[in-house]
């Protein structure tokens, strides 16, 4: 059972996070909306955003959860708009390749970007006092634990059989 103490300052955490996330959220919101993307396009994107490579359809599809076919024709409206880039796989030419283009990356980069003006909004709004005794309770912390705490480790993911010669 968890110290009630630590459960307090989980609570207060929350409390907290969830007033930031809440404004950053509306904001990303905004985003969305103003693209008339749908939200399996715009989480597309985002995953896209965060692959290191260009991602094969069906590996898009499973980090949807959607069907390869669904996922196709998301990323086929992508492509119009101009957001993502399709090409063929240099060792298999029926597995296309997606990625984003310059316009997806600055639609992402402005999408992250509104939510942390959102998010400095809330905090400029707090007491200057508050904002000092914060500051002054979270950097020592970060400088403690400075990497993420990871409570949920992935499997480590096979290697493509290109990369185990390389």
Same mark, same amino acid.
């Given at each position: ?48 955003? /965060? ?24 990323? @086929? ?10 090409? @063929?796989?240099?060792? =298999? ?11 997806? /990356? ?20 707090? =007491?200057?006092? =508050? ?25 480590? /993911?096979?290697?493509?059989? /290109?990369?185990?010669?390389?």
């Amino acid at each position: 059972m968890p110290n009630p103490h630590s459960a307090a300052v989980l609570d207060a955490l929350e409390a907290f996070f969830g007033q930031i996330h809440c404004a950053a959220q509306e904001a990303g919101l905004e985003t969305l909306i103003e693209t008339d993307l749908s939200f399996s396009q715009f989480r597309s994107l985002l995953i896209l955003s /965060q692959a290191q490579d260009p991602l094969p359809i069906h590996e898009l599809a499973e980090k949807l959860r959607l069907s390869v076919a669904a996922t196709g024709r998301a990323v @086929e409206r992508l492509v119009k708009e101009g957001f993502v880039e399709r090409q @063929e796989d240099e060792h =298999d030419r029926r597995i296309k390749r997606i990625s984003l283009s310059s316009t997806g /990356q600055d639609l992402v980069a402005a999408f992250h970007q509104s939510k942390r003006t959102q998010a400095l909004t809330f905090i400029d709004s707090l =007491d200057p006092a =508050d904002k000092e005794r914060l500051l002054g309770a979270l950097l020592p912390i970060i400088e403690r634990y400075p990497g993420p705490v990871n409570h949920h480790p992935t499997v480590e /993911q096979p290697r493509r059989p /290109q990369e185990q010669y390389a």
